[in-house]
Protein backbone atom coordinates (compact mmCIF):
# COMPACT_ATOMS: atom_id res chain seq x y z
CA UNK A 1 0.00 0.00 0.00
CA UNK A 2 1.17 3.38 -0.64
CA UNK A 3 2.05 6.02 1.51
CA UNK A 4 -0.26 8.49 2.05
CA UNK A 5 0.87 12.22 2.42
CA UNK A 6 -2.00 13.95 4.62
CA UNK A 7 -2.59 17.59 3.30
CA UNK A 8 -2.08 20.80 4.60
CA UNK A 9 -6.01 21.48 5.57
CA UNK A 10 -5.76 19.36 8.85
CA UNK A 11 -2.16 20.85 9.84
CA UNK A 12 -4.14 24.41 9.42
CA UNK A 13 -6.99 23.46 11.42
CA UNK A 14 -4.57 22.51 14.43
CA UNK A 15 -2.57 25.56 13.80
CA UNK A 16 -5.37 27.59 14.01
CA UNK A 17 -6.66 26.31 17.94
CA UNK A 18 -2.81 26.21 18.84
CA UNK A 19 -3.12 29.97 18.46
CA UNK A 20 -6.04 30.39 20.47
CA UNK A 21 -4.49 28.37 23.12
CA UNK A 22 -1.15 30.06 23.10
CA UNK A 23 -2.00 31.76 26.64
CA UNK A 24 -2.66 28.39 28.22
CA UNK A 25 -0.54 26.56 30.52
CA UNK A 26 1.18 23.28 30.12
CA UNK A 27 -0.21 20.71 28.17
CA UNK A 28 -3.35 22.57 27.17
CA UNK A 29 -1.33 24.70 25.11
CA UNK A 30 1.02 21.45 23.32
CA UNK A 31 -1.20 18.88 23.24
CA UNK A 32 -3.70 19.30 20.07
CA UNK A 33 -7.09 16.82 21.86
CA UNK A 34 -6.24 18.60 24.97
CA UNK A 35 -6.13 22.17 23.66
CA UNK A 36 -9.94 21.23 21.44
CA UNK A 37 -11.14 20.22 25.11
CA UNK A 38 -9.70 23.33 27.02
CA UNK A 39 -10.94 25.83 23.94
CA UNK A 40 -14.37 24.66 24.41
CA UNK A 41 -14.04 24.75 28.31
CA UNK A 42 -12.83 28.42 28.20
CA UNK A 43 -15.54 29.82 25.88
CA UNK A 44 -18.23 28.34 28.31
CA UNK A 45 -16.40 29.82 31.46
CA UNK A 46 -16.29 33.16 29.29
CA UNK A 47 -19.69 33.01 27.93
CA UNK A 48 -20.69 32.51 31.68
CA UNK A 49 -18.54 35.12 33.05
CA UNK A 50 -19.79 37.59 30.82
CA UNK A 51 -23.51 37.60 32.45
CA UNK A 52 -21.96 36.81 35.99
CA UNK A 53 -19.73 40.57 35.08
CA UNK A 54 -23.25 42.61 34.49
CA UNK A 55 -24.91 41.25 37.92
CA UNK A 56 -21.50 42.01 39.85
CA UNK A 57 -21.53 45.64 38.71
CA UNK A 58 -24.85 46.69 38.96
CA UNK A 59 -24.52 44.90 42.65
CA UNK A 60 -21.58 47.38 43.07
CA UNK A 61 -23.37 50.32 41.72
CA UNK A 62 -26.09 49.78 44.17
CA UNK A 63 -23.95 49.26 47.45
CA UNK A 64 -21.71 52.42 46.45
CA UNK A 65 -25.23 54.39 45.86
CA UNK A 66 -26.38 53.32 49.22
CA UNK A 67 -24.00 53.50 50.82
CA UNK A 68 -23.46 57.62 50.17
CA UNK A 69 -27.24 57.77 50.53
CA UNK A 70 -27.00 56.46 54.17
CA UNK A 71 -23.80 58.11 55.14
CA UNK A 72 -24.94 61.66 55.30
CA UNK A 73 -28.87 61.34 55.68
CA UNK A 74 -28.95 62.56 51.87
CA UNK A 75 -32.33 60.17 51.78
CA UNK A 76 -34.47 57.10 53.53
CA UNK A 77 -32.35 54.40 51.84
CA UNK A 78 -31.74 53.06 48.45
CA UNK A 79 -35.37 51.42 47.88
CA UNK A 80 -37.17 54.69 48.66
CA UNK A 81 -34.17 57.03 46.68
CA UNK A 82 -34.67 54.65 43.45
CA UNK A 83 -38.39 54.65 43.71
CA UNK A 84 -39.08 58.35 43.82
CA UNK A 85 -35.99 58.66 40.87
CA UNK A 86 -38.44 56.94 38.25
CA UNK A 87 -41.71 58.33 40.03
CA UNK A 88 -40.08 62.16 38.95
CA UNK A 89 -38.95 60.99 35.63
CA UNK A 90 -35.25 61.20 36.50
CA UNK A 91 -34.01 58.84 34.15
CA UNK A 92 -30.29 58.11 35.94
CA UNK A 93 -29.48 54.41 35.59
CA UNK A 94 -27.20 53.45 38.38
CA UNK A 95 -24.13 53.21 36.47
CA UNK A 96 -24.40 57.00 36.30
CA UNK A 97 -25.69 57.35 39.38
CA UNK A 98 -22.70 55.72 41.00
CA UNK A 99 -20.64 58.02 38.94
CA UNK A 100 -22.29 60.30 40.41
CA UNK A 101 -21.41 59.05 43.96
CA UNK A 102 -18.00 58.90 43.42
CA UNK A 103 -17.18 61.97 41.95
CA UNK A 104 -19.30 64.49 42.44
CA UNK A 105 -21.57 63.94 45.83
CA UNK A 106 -23.33 68.06 45.84
CA UNK A 107 -24.75 66.61 42.54
CA UNK A 108 -26.44 63.88 44.04
CA UNK A 109 -27.30 65.85 46.58
CA UNK A 110 -28.77 68.23 44.79
CA UNK A 111 -30.48 65.54 42.78
CA UNK A 112 -32.08 64.27 46.71
CA UNK A 113 -33.40 67.73 47.35
CA UNK A 114 -34.69 68.17 44.25
CA UNK A 115 -36.80 65.12 44.71
CA UNK A 116 -37.53 65.95 48.46
CA UNK A 117 -38.84 69.35 47.15
CA UNK A 118 -41.11 67.62 44.67
CA UNK A 119 -42.49 64.94 47.29
CA UNK A 120 -43.31 68.19 49.58
CA UNK A 121 -45.05 69.76 47.18
CA UNK A 122 -47.51 66.86 46.70
CA UNK A 123 -48.30 66.59 50.52
CA UNK A 124 -50.56 69.39 49.84
CA UNK A 125 -52.40 69.15 47.11
CA UNK A 126 -53.77 65.45 48.39
CA UNK A 127 -54.81 67.50 51.59
CA UNK A 128 -56.57 70.01 49.48
CA UNK A 129 -59.12 67.36 47.68
Not at 52 to 74: C, H, S
Not at 78 to 83: E, K, R
Request: with cysteine; aromatic share 10%.
Amino acid sequence: MTRVRRGYIARRRRTKIRLFASSFRGAHSRLTRTIAQQKIRSLVSAHRDRDRQKRDFRRLWITRINAVIRERWVYYNYSNFIHDLYKNQFLLNRKILAQITILNRNCLYMISNEIIKKKLEEVPRKEMI
